[in-house]
């Protein structure tokens, strides 16, 4: 009796299958691998229609270059490429497809027809591969080009065709991949369609400025990120980025709306996404995402594609360096950006009022706006507004006004003088004109109307002096009189003493006072006045939560938040027109000061045509 050896070489038909596995997992894979050979092919136009969920057709259509006759059955073999020639040019990778398994692998799995022809035949050439097996060329009609088209894929493996997920979730993901590789490729016309439905259509960027890709941007991540988005444009030791990111303020709850890629490529890296999460550090509320559109570019020597076998993994050479490259070129694009506000707040509070105003009665006029007040005229708070009608006694007249008294809506420290609002109209955030439930600034500005909340904006100005002093020579600190005892647990006093040396850093000075108490010797100036109290209590409590996973940098401006957060103005505190103009006045001449500490606007602003079109002074 012959024994059989146990090793053996696969027939080529099992290996394909294979590999279809690995580069063909589930239909957005198979357009993900034709539309990237589209891309490199040179095309300008590339149009995916897709039926069901992908595995009854694909069709993907180009205007490239073509494949030859004589390449097109070559093209079906596995580890055929046209991209490759040397092992050196696998550390020097210019494309996005080169492994030549995508094309043998989807056919060893559907109906796989490829029509193609180049630029001087007089007729383009079409092959069929059904199940790996390979027909004959044959002559047929068609532009300039490629069209493949993919047939009830799956259809002789059963068992992945059964690990697929939901009809839905499988369009979701094909739509998501030609959704990335449209924005990658903004010099290319992407046509998409579903179930014979054009689902979107994105015309070439008529330049190759940031300015002209925002219309393509606009329809992927919509008018809101357009409107509030910042421009990245940085080049260093060989590497660029380019693209948008969202203003601190416009976020959003999860990273969906983050596009990177990496040579045109679309990827999923940990670099580039810590980068980007790094460089928003003290601005987002936690659990809030920036979205963002980055294309960075790295010489090809420094990349490694190959690491994933459908290429959505990336391995850099240099990774630090790359990651504080884009870190510095974001916070760098930011920083011009610090004190502006995103539009969506201001369209929210716009809607809510339009949603709240009464619509006109029949026979009745119909709400017209009151009068903005006019030069030398008295502030429009000085008295609640009275109806003219006839009807209402005196008496009752008497008592509308005292209920307003009893309960009052605004709060006005001292006269306001007109001169001052002709002084500070003409700033951005104008000029401060009440006090609304002693905890909102309404300030005048030449364009529109202005709300700040006089907590949210102190604390951000408290906590971005408190940095600048980090930076020079640490905080400031003040002296007390008498040390203020603290009593704690005793596993908050090991805490809070663990970390002694850094609290001195940060102006406050703690020594043990026995087993279950601290005393606090000096405290940081900048807070004033303070309840060290609370303070302490609340440093503990971030003491204890710390993660020995961040930086000693993070770790202290997490402190230096909280407090600024004690040190800030108080909501329920009445201010002086003074004090408010000055308030305002810091925040254009602070870094940061658009958002507070936990990421929230500060300030909304309402346009003055808006607030007319809301009363019908102006069209829609």
Same mark, same amino acid.
């Given at each position: ?249 416009? @976020?959003? #709850? ?5 596009? !990177? %890629?990496? $040579?045109?490529? &679309?990827?999923?890296?940990? /670099?580039? *996404? ?10 987002? @509320?936690? #659990? ?5 559109? !980055? %294309?960075? $570019?790295?010489? &090809?020597?420094?990349?490694? /594609?190959? *690491? ?32 502006? *506000? ?279």
């Amino acid at each position: 009796m012959t024994s059989m050896s146990k090793i053996h070489i696969l027939p080529d038909d099992l290996a394909n299958r294979i590999a279809a596995g690995e580069v063909v997992e589930r239909p957005a894979a198979v357009v993900k691998e034709l539309v990237e050979n589209a891309v490199d092919a040179g095309a300008s136009q590339i149009q995916v229609s897709v039926e069901e969920d992908g595995t009854k057709r694909i069709e993907i259509s180009d205007n490239g270059s073509g494949i030859e006759k004589r390449d097109l059955s070559l093209a079906l073999h596995r580890h055929a490429t046209s991209k490759i020639s040397s092992t050196d040019d696998l550390f020097n990778i210019h494309t996005l497809g080169f492994r030549g398994e995508a094309l043998p692998s989807i056919g060893s799995v559907s109906k796989l027809t490829i029509t193609s022809r180049i630029e001087g035949e007089d007729s383009a050439w079409q092959v069929v591969c059904h199940g790996g097996d390979i027909a004959d060329a044959v002559p047929t009609a068609r532009e300039q080009g490629t069209t493949v088209l993919v047939e009830n894929l799956f259809f002789n493996t059963p068992a992945r065709k059964k690990f697929l997920k939901t009809a839905r979730t499988e369009k979701e993901q094909v739509k998501e991949t030609v959704t990335k590789l449209a924005l990658a490729h903004p010099e290319i016309e992407f046509v998409f369609m579903q179930d014979g439905r054009e689902t979107f259509r994105l015309n070439q960027a008529q330049g190759a400025l940031l300015e002209d890709m925002l219309p393509r941007v606009a329809g992927f991540l919509g008018r809101e990120f357009s409107e509030n988005t910042v421009p990245v444009d940085f080049e260093r030791d060989g590497m660029s980025i380019k693209g948008f990111v969202s203003l601190p303020t416009y @976020h959003i #709850g999860n990273n969906r709306k983050q596009f !990177l %890629f990496i $040579n045109g490529r &679309p990827v999923s890296d940990r /670099v580039l *996404v810590g980068a980007l999460k790094g460089a928003y550090h003290d601005m987002l @509320h936690h #659990g809030r995402h920036a979205v963002a559109l !980055l %294309f960075v $570019n790295v010489p &090809p020597g420094d990349l490694d /594609v190959n *690491v994933h076998p459908t290429k959505a993994e990336v391995r850099f050479s240099n990774s630090s360096a790359v990651y504080g490259f884009v870190h510095t070129a974001i916070r760098r694009a930011l920083a011009p950006y610090s004190t502006t *506000v995103s539009t969506t707040p201001a369209e929210e509070a716009l809607a809510k009022f339009q949603n709240a105003m009464p619509m006109p009665q029949h026979g009745q006029p119909s709400m017209q706006s009151p009068s903005f007040v006019r030069e030398g005229a008295s502030a429009p708070y000085s008295a609640p507004y009275v109806p003219r009608d006839q009807s209402v006694q005196p008496a009752r007249q008497a008592a509308f006004i005292h209920n307003l008294n009893a309960t009052p809506q605004m709060s006005v420290a001292e006269p306001l003088q007109q001169a001052s609002t002709e002084d500070f109209s003409s700033y951005p955030l104008g000029a401060a004109v009440a006090q609304v439930h002693k905890t909102y600034i309404v300030a005048q500005a030449d364009d529109g109307l202005v709300v700040v909340d006089q907590h949210a904006a102190h604390e951000r100005l408290v906590y971005e002096k408190f940095k600048t002093q980090m930076a020079e020579q640490g905080v400031e600190r003040q002296a007390l009189l008498v040390p203020d005892i603290v009593t704690l647990s005793e596993a908050d006093v090991e805490a809070l003493l663990a970390h002694e040396k850094g609290l001195e850093k940060l102006g406050l000075e703690v020594e043990a006072f026995g087993v279950n108490a601290v005393s606090v010797r000096a405290t940081p100036a900048i807070l004033g006045s303070v309840n060290v109290k609370d303070l302490i209590e609340n440093l503990v409590e971030d003491v204890r939560n710390l993660k020995s996973t961040t930086s000693l940098q993070e770790d202290m401006e997490h402190l230096l938040s909280t407090m600024a957060c004690h040190g800030s103005i108080r909501a329920g505190r009445v201010l002086a027109h003074s004090e408010m103009n000055q308030l305002l006045r810091d925040m254009e001449n602070t870094p940061g000061s658009a958002q507070c500490n936990h990421g929230r606007p500060t300030s909304i602003k309402l346009q003055l045509k808006d607030i007319e079109k809301l009363f019908g002074r102006r069209g829609y």
